[in-house]
């Protein structure tokens, strides 16, 4: 009988890799993002109440939020660190590390006693475990993307970065689901005294699973074949600072408009659809859960084209949708019902996922690989800062102070100048470094 050649059990090999490292990748990211997700969540419909007592709903939401925040402030922390970590020492060893980080941290949430049992001690130490969280989420983004990118075609990179991307979607998807289903079949008293709870504890379990597939994973090539040609950075934050200023405002900027985008019809969503347009809490989170559903799909879908045409010119189209939707949004919302806010929202959330299916790519695609872990995770965790960590706040207070939709629509719409500014201070991919890197001999490898 014809034995394979050597040359095709090594493509099945490198096949049976990417297939692995996208399921990492998307698993570890779909896990963490449960996490995340859940507590956004959480920080709209109970925190309020649990952790910032008042006679004003609207103060405790902003309260609330305030923590929300907290877990973006603290990104650039892991940003830094676990950055610089993923180039010095691997991608693999730094996302188990993150990995276990956000799980621990989301348990010990489940477990922490609130306001009416132990006074302010409840919310200062749930601020504390929410900075933890975000330090966790701040070095998990740039290590999943290379993950996954760093095993495939260069020329492929929008379809299998896109598996970090779907990581938010489906962890909002199983958050908003199990709050859902909680709220759902207990009653008002069972869900604030217990019910929420049992959504962080379950982490455990989803943290188990994660790790369980990236200890099985190898480090990519890439990252491999620095490490063998010496070109492991040696500062890499401050070559990003001092010789990639233009590369990361590019890929900074081009983060606003998605966060903010995904913070109004994910976060802010819930609490605008039931204190202002009277709807309940499970028929909200039933409207989010479904458009994070069509993102599933969509996700990988644009990532994908991306690869087909130009990934600027895509993201550049959803972009103005974006700055669009919005007006369209709060005017068809206020006099409609859940159907309307469904239609919505899953419109904008749709909108959101064809400028993030391609975010992944484009912005690992303005560094070089050497340097792609600290600049990825420096841009994703600086406008985590400026864009998503303060959204639901400023969306709060700008319907309070104007006492109408226009000021957070148009605060949508500058987000999107700015990220098509972003867009325009970018480059297109140049795929010639990853295989250059991947093929040449040692004394062929530049910096």
């Given amino acids: 009988m014809p034995q394979p050649s050597p040359s095709a059990g090594t493509q099945d090999s490198g096949r049976r890799s990417l297939v692995r490292a996208y399921a990492a990748s998307l698993s570890g990211t779909s896990l963490e993002w449960y996490d995340f997700a859940v507590y956004s969540a959480a920080a709209a419909l109970v925190f309020p109440e649990l952790f910032f007592p008042g006679g004003d709903p609207l103060t405790g939401a902003l309260l609330a939020f305030s923590t929300y925040a907290v877990g973006f402030l603290s990104r650039p922390v892991g940003g830094v660190l676990f950055g610089r970590l993923g180039d010095r020492i691997g991608r693999k060893k730094v996302l188990v590390v993150t990995l276990l980080l956000i799980g621990v941290t989301t348990f010990l949430i489940g477990l922490l006693p609130t306001y009416a049992s132990v006074g302010v001690v409840a919310p200062v130490v749930l601020v504390m475990l929410r900075f933890a969280q975000g330090v966790g989420v701040g070095g998990e983004w740039g290590g999943a993307v290379l993950l996954s990118s760093e095993f495939g075609d260069p020329g492929r990179r929008g379809l299998w970065a896109s598996a970090a991307q779907v990581g938010p979607a489906a962890g909002n998807l199983l958050a908003n689901g199990m709050l859902a289903l909680l709220a759902g079949t207990l009653s008002e008293s069972a869900f604030l005294a217990w019910g929420w709870r049992?959504?962080?504890?379950?982490?455990?379990?989803?943290?188990?699973?994660?790790?369980?597939?990236?200890?099985?994973?190898?480090?990519?090539?890439?990252?491999?074949a620095i490490e063998a040609h010496g070109e492991r950075p040696a500062a890499p934050v401050k070559e990003i600072l001092t010789q990639q200023r233009r590369p990361l405002a590019a890929a900074i900027l081009s983060r606003l408009a998605p966060d903010i985008l995904y913070a109004l019809f994910t976060v802010f969503v819930v609490t605008y659809g039931t204190a202002e347009l009277g709807l309940t809490r499970g028929q909200v989170l039933a409207a989010v859960l479904i458009a994070s559903g069509c993102q599933l799909v969509l996700i990988p879908l644009a990532g994908a084209l991306s690869d087909l045409v130009n990934r600027r010119a895509l993201y550049a189209v959803a972009a103005v949708l974006a700055g669009l939707w919005p007006f369209a949004f709060f005017t068809l919302a206020r006099p409609g019902?859940?159907?309307?806010?469904?239609?919505?929202?899953?419109?904008?959330?749709?909108?959101?996922?064809?400028?993030?299916?391609?975010?992944?790519?484009?912005?690992?695609?303005?560094?070089?690989?050497?340097?792609?872990?600290?600049g990825?995770?420096?841009?994703?965790?600086?406008?985590?800062?400026?864009?998503?960590?303060?959204?639901?706040?400023?969306?709060?207070?700008?319907l309070v102070s104007t006492g109408g939709w226009v000021a957070p629509a148009c605060y949508v719409a500058v987000a999107a100048l700015l990220t098509l500014l972003g867009l325009a201070l970018g480059r297109d991919p140049d795929h010639a470094e990853d295989r250059e890197l991947l093929t040449a001999p040692p004394d062929r490898v530049t910096a």
């Fill in 198 to 224: 049992v959504a962080f504890l379950l982490s455990a379990v989803l943290i188990a699973f994660g790790l369980w597939i990236r200890l099985k994973l190898e480090d990519t090539p890439v990252f491999k």
């Fill in 337 to 374: 019902g859940v159907v309307t806010l469904v239609v919505c929202t899953v419109v904008g959330l749709g909108i959101h996922a064809f400028m993030y299916g391609p975010q992944a790519a484009y912005i690992t695609e303005q560094f070089s690989p050497r340097l792609r872990y600290t």
């Fill in 376 to 398: 990825s995770s420096l841009a994703y965790t600086f406008a985590g800062v400026i864009g998503g960590a303060l959204a639901p706040l400023t969306f709060t207070w700008l």
